[in-house]
């Protein structure tokens, strides 16, 4: 079914890049609470990142009621690697938009139109719009370095089990969820005078 290869390649991206754009912009936003002195910037951080994982889910909800709604079938045919790809691909947009913080917080308006770019060119070869398990064995080398063709591959390996060809390396696209989540807590630790006057 198209709908539901188009599906299960457009609802990773929005998970992904929609917490880590919002996240971006959580300093700005807010800038006015950071006189309290009660807040710190790791506030901001969590409560962000509390309201963007329950907006995620909200999305999910939405998407598949949607999709019910114009008669396509999208239940996975098994539910829980569906539930664990689309954890982890809410995971992946929580850890980037908490790197995205600190360093959008830095560098200012350059970094959020990086950001964008960066995202649309990971969604263009992530092979959410047209297969790519016919690619070359090079290609798909290098395909694999991106996590969106990673959390793709993941949440679509829940509707297509028949599908051998679908590729998966999950240890890979925690660790990189993790690595941004971890890079942007170290950031924020010690950037934390340079976030509350920047």
Do not use: H
């Not at 912009?25 to 790791?42: C, D, F, G, S, T």
């Not at 929580?94 to 308006?109: C, Y």
């Amino acid at each position: 079914s198209p709908a539901i290869f188009y599906g299960t390649g457009l609802l990773p991206y929005i998970l992904c890049f929609y917490p880590g754009r919002m996240m971006n912009i959580v300093m700005y936003q807010n800038r006015a609470m950071l006189a309290l002195p009660e807040i710190k910037p790791m506030n901001l951080i969590i409560a962000r990142a509390l309201l963007e994982i329950l907006i995620a889910l909200i999305v999910t909800a939405i998407f598949f009621v949607g999709l019910a709604l114009y008669g396509v079938d999208f239940m996975p045919t098994d539910p829980v690697v569906a539930a664990e790809a689309i954890a982890v691909a809410i995971y992946l947009g929580i850890g980037i938009g908490v790197f995205n913080v600190v360093f959008g917080t830095l560098m200012g308006q350059f970094y959020q139109v990086a950001y964008i770019l960066i995202m649309v060119g990971l969604l263009t070869v992530s092979g959410a719009y047209f297969p790519l398990i016919y690619a070359s064995d090079r290609i798909k080398r290098w395909l694999e370095w991106n996590p969106l063709y990673q959390v793709v591959n993941w949440l679509r390996s829940a509707y297509y089990m028949d599908n051998t060809m679908i590729e998966v390396d999950r240890l890979y696209l925690i660790g990189v969820a993790s690595v941004f989540l971890l890079l942007g807590l170290l950031g924020e630790r010690l950037l934390r005078g340079k976030l509350l006057t920047g």
